[in-house]
């Protein structure tokens, strides 16, 4: 299977940047995308992907989750069953005959850090979904956790040091998730340096890759083996992220 994470920074925004022509490019078996912003006025379809399903915000415009299928799955899940975190649309879980797929796009702590109290407790519960989760059977998670992991994942780590994105707490919390029994995909794979999923729209970021890797696909322990490739496509324009994906064998 090939899957396919993005974060579009709005889903109308990338339909005018040629976001099918994508689609049909990659040809994915599932794609999740992030920070859709949009409510249950606007409705699409996706030829070849006969499911799709999507978790919208209670504000307007703000945030939001989508999975477009081309097998149907025998169940989904809308938020993570907690209230408090579940009015932004941030999460979106298909469960499928061999595994759950997870889509996340975890909360920013603010430029001010003022929604990091917020963020922390996100993160422990999420932590706990997750974990719940994998007790049935092993997960797929993929999306803009909005952490780099490690001073590698990002340009200018002294910087950020304590920045939204970088923050002691932010990082230890990614790397419970690691000690809970996942990994990160693309490490499996690629050790090396300047590997970004995001840049600033200012600076010329982009152009001079001075960006961060924040976007993930984490799987089960119990999948490494049946996990074949993981991968960035930096080239793919449209959003301040670029798409990810892995090719797994379930």
Known sequence: MNLISWNISGLRAVLKKGFIGFVKDENPDI?????????????????????????HAQKKGYSGTAIFSKTK??????????EEHDKEGRVITAEFDRFYLVNVYTPNS???????????????????????????KPVVLCGDLNVAHKEIDI????ANRNNAGFTDAEKADFENILSSG??????????????????IYFA????????????YFIISKSLKDKLKDAYILSKVLGSDHCPIGIKIDL
């Open 31 to 55: 794609l999740c995308l992030q920070e859709t912003k949009i409510d249950d006025s606007f409705h699409m379809n996706i030829p070849g992907y006969n499911y799709s399903y999507f978790n």
């Open 73 to 82: 799955p025998s169940s989904v899940i809308y938020g993570i069953k907690h």
């Open 110 to 136: 603010k430029r001010d850090l003022t929604r990091l109290p917020y963020r922390i407790n996100w993160d422990k519960a999420f932590l706990r979904y997750i974990e719940s989760l994998d007790k049935k």
């Open 155 to 158: 340009a200018n780590p002294k």
């Open 182 to 199: 996942f990994i990160d995909t693309f490490r499996v794979f690629n050790d090396q340096p300047r590997q970004y999923t995001y840049w």
């Open 204 to 215: 010329n970021a982009r152009t001079r890759n001075i960006g961060w890797r924040i976007d």
